[in-house]
């Protein structure tokens, strides 16, 4: 086997385990375990502790002390042990520090898989900037794959989603090992653990628009863990209506869910188009319109043929919001930063969306869920049109208060120069 399509197979495995259980985790806690939605947001939270540190600190091992596909393994096998620990918890508290551990170990996999796969294509002499993208793509058909699994077999309201993951982050662990080695970097400036963490970027702050950008690309975050956390049990909680509880919505939400990845896939082919010739400030916006109708789709959809109708259009909705405000995201820092500096702002920039907002989002949005909620029934139309109408509001005053000129000719400057 070539080593493009053993990496292919190294990233379908990385996002197929956390596809096990990242959308149907929190069904889990909630009809499963009786958590409330203040306990699932506290969960889910964990995920952002640990992406502001730990890929930072895994990424400065590997560099210098570890050689990547070593720590790569390493982490998996924490990742093992963590989840399998959790199919014997009930209790929040508990669950909180268990996932906690699984997410950090199991976050810096997502750069050092990345590190692993960069480093292999250029030791096999090939281009990873043309190359990688088709390797990522098995990311997504993992996740998608995983999704329709534990959907199909019935498992999303069960622990033994966790027994799948656990298994898969094994197999992966024992896969790492077989892959090629990749030399430590020894001794290398550009890899200090401020710059790792994104922190000699803080001087973007000084500058009015990268501090607004930045403060933005945080609270678009919150937005993203909304959905992660509490889509899968609104699609469930149809199953209290009697007329619905045999629909394919409450059989199958995941499946359903999973339209939301390959929208990704179909997106992400258009977002070149759309930034020559709209530029990034609309491109993002057009981001926060689509998560308002994101949500504004959840509030009125149903498992009704008309209902169904408004759910798929979500999903298709979700491509645009996650692809658009990340993909955009990542190139406006990429252009508007000092070289010296490029690598730390790209690592603020993620801190800022999967760390500080992802955890920002997961405690609010399940403070939200608990405030609409009376004798453990969600008032869901409710809920997913305040969430509508934040990312609204987000959208007005990043409008407002982002300026930006569209210069079609520096991007096109910029994407000779890269």
């Keep these: 086997m ?3 399509s053993r990496l292919k197979l190294m990233s379908f495995m990385q996002y197929f385990i956390w596809g096990s259980w990242l959308v149907t985790l929190g069904s889990y806690m909630i009809n499963t375990l009786d958590f409330s939605g203040a306990n699932v947001g506290m969960v889910y939270s964990s995920k952002g502790l640990a992406a502001i540190v730990m890929p930072g600190i895994m990424g400065i091992i590997a560099d210098k002390w570890l050689r990547a596909e070593r720590a790569y393994m ?7 042990g963590a989840l399998l620990w959790a199919t014997t918890v009930t209790d929040p508290d508990t669950m909180f520090w268990v996932m906690l551990i699984n997410a950090m170990a199991y976050m810096p ?25 088709p390797i990522r793509v098995f990311g997504t058909l993992g996740f998608i794959c995983a999704m329709w699994a534990v959907s199909l077999t019935g498992l999303e309201l069960s622990r033994a989603q966790l027994y799948i993951a656990s298994g898969a982050s094994l197999l992966l662990a024992v896969y790492a090992l077989t892959l090629p080695h990749i030399p430590v970097a020894g001794k290398r400036t550009a890899t200090s653990f401020a710059s790792k963490l994104g922190l000699d970027a803080f001087v973007l702050f000084k500058n009015g628009r990268m501090a607004v950008f930045f403060l933005f690309a945080m609270m678009l975050g919150a937005v993203l863990q909304i959905t992660n956390v509490f889509g899968n ?7 209290s209506h009697p ?7 409450v059989t199958y939400p995941s ?24 530029g990034i400030k609309t491109v993002m916006l057009m981001s926060m319109l689509a998560w308002t109708l994101r949500f504004g789709f959840f509030a009125f959809g149903d498992p009704s043929p008309l209902g169904f109708i408004l759910l798929l259009m979500s999903m298709l909705a979700y491509g645009c919001a996650f692809d658009f405000f990340n993909i955009s995201g990542s190139v406006f820092v990429e252009q508007e930063v000092d070289p ?10 993620m801190t800022m969306v999967n760390g500080v907002g992802a955890w920002v989002g997961s405690i609010l949005s399940g403070m939200a869920v608990d405030y609409f909620s009376v004798d453990g029934v969600k008032d869901w139309q409710t809920i997913w049109l305040v969430f509508a109408a934040y990312a609204l509001a987000l959208a007005v005053i990043f409008a407002l208060c982002f300026k930006y000129q569209h210069e079609p000719e520096k991007l096109a400057q910029h994407s000779l120069a890269g």
């Design 340 to 349: 010296a500096i490029r690598a730390s702002a790209q690592g603020l920039f």
């Design 74 to 80: 390493l982490c998996h096998l924490v990742c093992a």
């Design 2 to 4: 070539g080593i493009v």
């Design 233 to 239: 049990p609104f699609l469930h909680d149809f199953a």
């Design 243 to 249: 007329e619905f509880a045999d629909s394919f919505v």
């Design 255 to 278: 499946i359903l869910l999973s339209v939301s990845q390959m929208a990704e896939v179909g997106f992400i082919l258009t977002i070149p188009f759309f930034l020559k010739r709209f």
């Design 109 to 133: 996999t997502i750069s050092l898989s990345n590190s692993v796969s960069y480093a292999c294509l250029a030791q096999a002499g090939q281009d990873p900037a043309t190359a990688f993208p």
